[in-house]
């Protein structure tokens, strides 16, 4: 039951654009992203609560479509401090209250 | 703004031995949880707990214990550490249920069982 992401691993040059998917075969009440760099504590970056909610946080946005259980990270024109791992945390509708999280995606932006 | 501290930060024990780590929160929260992360798996949930004194277990939570006894405190305890437990710990916090509330999390306690 844990949300499943793609791709496990991304490396981009600087400037670059990048997708972060993660996805459910669960209904889903509400979506988290976070980011973690090495050897730190995992970094809230934005929340999607159902309702095909896209949010906004910097050059980093996501979209969350509930039709589909699915939820997209976006981070554009990247910088070298996006480097880090990132993680979806996924609340299933009708249970209970905390999150369950995927394996993470491991993002390297280059020079 | 201390937010949510973890001690210790490493530890390394001996199969069998016992200890406890401990979370503290200055933030008013009141959902707190311990998480274990292990390479390529991401964040697995222990025990968590939604108010000073309740506690409720999740999706790991065998060979652990926990206690909320004050609001702002959360322990785990490893009552007979095995190997198996060799991970990353982090105790996280929010102000409500997960479905509107990002999560805090602490520094993490890496731990080592010999």
């Known amino acids: 039951q844990q949300p499943v992401q793609s791709p496990q691993a991304v490396i981009l040059r600087e400037g670059e654009d990048a997708v972060i998917n993660c996805s459910s075969s669960?209904?889903?009440?509400?979506v988290h992203w976070y980011r973690q760099k090495h050897g730190e504590a995992p970094v809230f970056l934005m929340i999607?609560?159902?309702?095909?909610e896209q949010k906004g946080h910097e050059k980093i946005s996501a979209s969350f479509n509930e039709k589909k259980q699915q939820s997209s990270l976006y981070l554009t024109a990247s910088q070298l401090s996006y480097s880090g791992t990132y993680f979806c945390?996924?609340?299933?509708?009708?249970?209970?209250?905390?999150?369950?999280f995927g394996s993470g995606t491991q993002l390297t932006v280059l020079p | 703004n201390a937010g949510v501290t973890q001690t210790p930060k490493f530890r390394v024990l001996k199969t069998g031995q016992s200890m406890t780590l401990l979370c503290a929160q200055d933030?008013?929260?009141?959902?707190m949880y311990w998480y274990r992360q292990d390479p390529g798996m991401g964040l697995r949930l222990i025990h968590y707990s939604v108010g000073e004194g309740t506690t409720a277990k999740g999706e790991v939570p065998d060979g652990y214990n926990v206690s909320r006894l004050k609001k702002q405190n959360f322990l785990l305890g490893l009552e007979s550490a095995a190997p198996s437990q060799t991970s990353v710990y982090f105790c996280a916090s929010s102000d409500g249920t997960a479905g509107s509330y990002g999560y805090t999390f602490g520094s993490g306690t890496r731990l080592t069982v010999v």
């Open positions: 945390g996924t609340r299933f509708s009708g249970s209970a209250r905390q999150l369950t």
């Open positions: 669960k209904a889903l009440y509400s």
């Open positions: 999607l609560l159902k309702g095909g």
């Open positions: 933030m008013n929260h009141e959902y």
